[in-house]
């Protein structure tokens, strides 16, 4: 498997607390994104990395914001968490070219 | 924008009953083509990277092939434990991220 944990597994917040989720890599892998996927719509990119203090927005990134101040972690943050949040989060890694490696996602309950 | 459609949405097998999931796409220019396997509570797996049209890759019973419009993969005699969620995505040229399909789920039955 390969060297992804998220933190934490499951979180249940309530409306507008703000968040922060966790994705760790022991791979030293360059790129990391941030998923979040919901029935009826598949895995859809929240945000994503190039490299340390490098991000860049995906197709769903309003409401989030993210982090990444060393190679091996990228924090995703909800500035003030709705219900229509609630989801399950992905992180993934890879190198470019590379096909990406998936975490074990965290399970966000907004209420 | 890059689009992938992927069906059927939900496909119900007895053991031993091969069938095709499709993947159909519309990308600028392709870089790849990937296939994972999701089961129930956790993260995607990957499975395949197709490139170029005609290339085909097997693990086990499976098989992935791809045209210039379509991807399939193939389930030759499932078994109960193929049931999972398979998932399809794209890579554009000079893109680094994926754009995913809402996958289809595989039920196999004893």
Same mark, same amino acid.
């Given at each position: 498997?390969?060297?992804i944990t998220?933190?934490?597994r499951?979180k249940?917040?309530?409306?507008?607390?703000?968040?922060?989720?966790?994705c760790?890599?022991?791979?030293?892998?360059?790129?990391m994104?941030?998923?979040r996927q919901d029935?009826?719509h598949?895995?859809?990119?929240?945000h994503?990395s190039?490299g340390v203090k490098?991000?860049d %927005?995906?197709e769903v990134s309003?409401?989030?914001?993210? $982090?990444?101040? %060393?190679?091996?972690d990228?924090l995703l943050?909800?500035e003030?968490a709705?219900? $229509?949040?609630?989801s399950v989060?992905f992180c993934?890694?890879?190198e470019?070219?590379y096909?990406q490696?998936?975490?074990?996602?965290?399970?966000?309950t907004?209420? | 924008?890059?689009?992938?459609?992927? /069906?059927?949405e939900?496909l119900?097998?007895q053991?031993?009953?091969?069938? /095709?999931?499709?993947?159909s796409?519309?990308v600028?220019?392709?870089?790849?083509?990937?296939?994972?396997?999701?089961?129930?509570?956790?993260g995607?797996e990957?499975l395949f990277t197709?490139?170029?049209?005609?290339?085909?890759?097997?693990?086990?019973?499976?098989?992935a092939?791809l045209?210039k419009k379509?991807s399939?993969?193939?389930i030759t005699a499932?078994?109960?434990?193929?049931?999972a969620?398979?998932l399809c995505?794209?890579?554009?040229?000079g893109?680094?991220?994926?754009?995913f399909g809402?996958?289809?789920m595989?039920?196999? /039955?004893p």
């Open positions: 498997d390969a060297g998220q933190s934490p499951h249940v917040t309530e409306t507008g607390t703000p968040v922060t989720l966790r760790h890599q022991t791979e030293n892998h360059r790129y994104y941030w998923y029935p009826g598949g895995l859809r990119l929240i994503y190039y490098d991000t %927005k995906g309003d409401g989030y914001s993210v $982090s990444r101040s %060393k190679t091996e990228f943050t909800l003030s709705t219900s $229509s949040q609630t989060y993934a890694i890879n470019p070219s096909e490696y998936f975490g074990p996602g965290t399970r966000l907004v209420t | 924008e890059d689009q992938v459609t992927q /069906s059927p939900a119900r097998l053991e031993g009953e091969s069938s /095709s999931l499709n993947c796409y519309t600028s220019g392709l870089r790849g083509l990937f296939w994972y396997r999701q089961d129930p509570g956790k995607p990957f197709l490139y170029s049209a005609g290339e085909e890759k097997e693990k086990e019973r499976l098989k092939t045209t379509e399939f993969l193939h499932p078994k109960p434990e193929d049931s969620t398979y995505a794209v890579q554009a040229v893109y680094s991220t994926l754009t809402k996958g289809t595989l039920l196999v /039955s």
